[in-house]
């Protein structure tokens, strides 16, 4: 059974860090895309980072690039989303997924495996 598990979420205060975990397993992740997400309350999901697994290469979404950094942990199976100078609009509850290949496109059906999500809340 596959499972991507989030944690590490929390409540910070405006310009504090947090660093999430998605712990991967039930199969092979060496080919995929992983990818983090969040959603706001009433907003749409939005792409947040992405990893390729096999090289590492990482991409960002404008509203955190040079504050988020995406890496992972290949012995543990385990991707990570640190984030510093956290700020309010950062507030949203962030999702890990992953997807076959080495794009990263913003559409959700692209995705074939999804956490169930990790709360975080920044306090202005």
């Known amino acids: 059974q596959v499972q991507l598990v989030e944690s590490g979420g929390g409540l910070v205060q405006a310009g504090g860090s947090l660093r999430l975990s998605c712990a991967a397993s039930?199969?092979?992740?060496?080919?995929?895309?992983m990818v983090w997400f969040r959603q706001a309350p009433g907003k749409e999901r939005e792409f947040v980072a992405a990893i390729a697994w096999s090289t590492g290469s990482t991409y960002y979404g404008d509203s955190v690039k040079g504050r988020f950094t995406i890496s992972r942990a290949n012995a543990k199976n385990t991707v990570y989303l640190q984030m510093n100078s956290l700020n309010a609009e950062d507030t949203a509850v962030y999702y890990c997924?992953?997807?076959?290949?080495?794009?990263?496109?913003?559409?959700?059906?692209?995705?074939?495996?999804w956490g169930q999500g990790t709360q975080v809340t920044v306090s202005s």
């Open positions: 039930g199969r092979t992740f060496s080919s995929y895309a």
């Open positions: 997924a992953a997807g076959a290949g080495g794009s990263y496109p913003p559409n959700l059906s692209w995705y074939d495996y």
